[in-house]
């Protein structure tokens, strides 16, 4: 049978009218939000109390998003961003809101988001954990893009939606000895024969010093290593190479591993690619306040779910409660053992376990008198299956997610538990994200 070729018709994209909006909040994700003839509009980039002009970008069922065209009426609480990088660079989104305002704006939208999509009511909510607004980041991770056109390594963050990468000399979230490091270190890259094969570039600024981290793809020649060699010397920070294989080898510095303490004395060990809180002060107010809301008593026994290298382990141990820590990445269990052996913490378990698999035959699985957890963004609720066995009166639950809070409140509630407080912590200012610690407890 003959097929004959018909044509489809070409779909037309409609270019909508720019509108006019009154934004009355933000949005979990630092979107202003706005009412669109009985829909809800998200448009980035607009505030609260703001008359704006927008157009519409894409619509759904129930809501709509924009683009911010113009604010037509401004907030009190706009200002000029900190930044020359900003609107290009995909790191920070809030820079153009001022510092309170900003937390004022994520701790409504916590408490909101929490109230209507985790079906509860908070009992109380506590001040927000909150630190220095620029300067604050003791670890990050750059990406590079080698160019071929013009045959130079750009050093910097993703472009706003865009794998493309911002090439950028100083960065103010960032430790300001790691920002003075960003131009000599561009320069000093640029200078390798085998820069266009180098992967993320790690910076930190921690206890044991300043140290950057370069991903390799292929081996460095001698050459190379020695203009790293230089650069650390000149700059007073250590060198490592990390390879697809994962074997460190360090050019210049300190070998040994990179390590920051705690107010207690703990000193935590970690490799590259561990997990470590970014921010130092705001790491130690959660610790702080984490011990606080427990209220761990001596000889109680405490299970840290998620508890990576220590970071909470140790603290709680050392406040007189019997630990057990788990954790899925099997290396973070050694160095976590190692963490408690350097610190002085004895009695201490540590596991390694998939949080997220069947979990019946556990040996660390059994009555224990507080839960802490630590989840990455994906939240905990597979481990929370199993509160039936461990039934904690207490539970804090450290949250980088939001929604996944949310989400998790509900086999909470569902065992006999209620959130007594909830509070933000203000781990990346300038940024939407929003990070929080809430404390559920049996209801009596």
């Excluded at 001698?222 to 700059?235: E, P, T, Y």
């Excluded at 809070?405 to 909470?412: F, G, H, I, K, Q």
Aim: charged share 20%.
């Amino acid at each position: 049978m003959a097929q004959f070729y018909k044509a489809k018709p070409r779909k037309t994209q409609r270019t909508l009218a720019k509108q006019s909006f009154d934004v009355t909040q933000l949005d979990h994700l630092g979107a202003g939000i706005a009412d669109g003839e009985g829909k809800i509009v998200f448009i980035p980039g607009a505030l609260p109390g703001e008359r704006v002009t927008a157009q519409i970008t894409e619509q759904k069922k129930r809501h709509a998003k924009a683009k911010l065209i113009k604010v037509e009426s401004a907030s009190t609480a706009r200002i000029e961003p900190n930044c020359p990088y900003y609107g290009r660079c995909g790191g920070c989104d809030l820079q153009h809101l001022a510092l309170d305002s900003q937390r004022d704006a994520k701790q409504a939208a916590l408490v909101n988001l929490i109230e209507k999509m985790g079906r509860t009511q908070v009992q109380h909510i506590s001040a927000p954990l909150s630190g220095e607004g620029w300067h604050y980041r003791r670890r990050a991770r750059m990406a590079t893009q080698y160019q071929r056109d013009s045959k130079q390594l750009n050093l910097g963050f993703r472009a706003l939606a865009s794998s493309d990468v911002v090439n950028i000399d100083a960065c103010p979230v960032l430790a300001k000895s790691l920002s003075d490091l960003l131009h000599p270190l561009n320069l000093c890259l640029n200078q390798l024969s085998g820069k266009r094969t180098l992967g993320h570039v790690e910076l930190l600024s921690v206890d044991s010093g300043d140290g950057v981290v370069v991903r390799i793809t292929t081996a460095l020649n001698d050459k190379d290593k020695a203009l790293l060699i230089a650069f650390g010397q000149a700059h007073q920070v250590s060198v490592t190479l990390l390879d697809d294989d994962g074997q460190l080898e360090t050019v210049t510095g300190e070998s040994g591993l990179p390590y920051y303490r705690l107010k207690d004395g703990s000193q935590l060990g970690f490799s590259p690619g561990n997990f470590i809180q970014v921010n130092g002060e705001i790491n130690q107010q959660m610790i702080t306040q984490a011990i606080d809301w427990l209220q761990v008593e001596p000889g109680e026994r405490v299970l840290d779910l998620f508890c990576g290298v220590g970071n909470f382990t140790l603290p709680l141990a050392k406040a007189g409660a019997k630990l057990v820590g788990v954790e899925g990445v099997e290396a973070m269990v050694t160095q976590a053992k190692r963490n408690a052996e350097a610190s002085g913490v004895e009695g201490t378990e540590f596991y390694h376990a998939d949080l997220s698999a069947d979990l019946s035959n556990a040996p660390w699985l059994g009555r224990i008198d507080k839960l802490l957890l630590d989840p990455a963004r994906a939240g905990a609720f597979e481990s929370l299956q199993w509160l039936k066995k461990m039934k904690p009166k207490a539970i804090v639950y450290i949250s980088c997610n939001p929604v996944s809070l949310a989400r998790d409140c509900e086999p909470l509630l569902a065992q006999g538990y209620v959130l007594s407080c909830l509070g933000l912590i203000d781990m990346f200012p300038q940024t939407h994200h929003i990070e929080a610690m809430a404390l559920f407890e049996l209801d009596k």
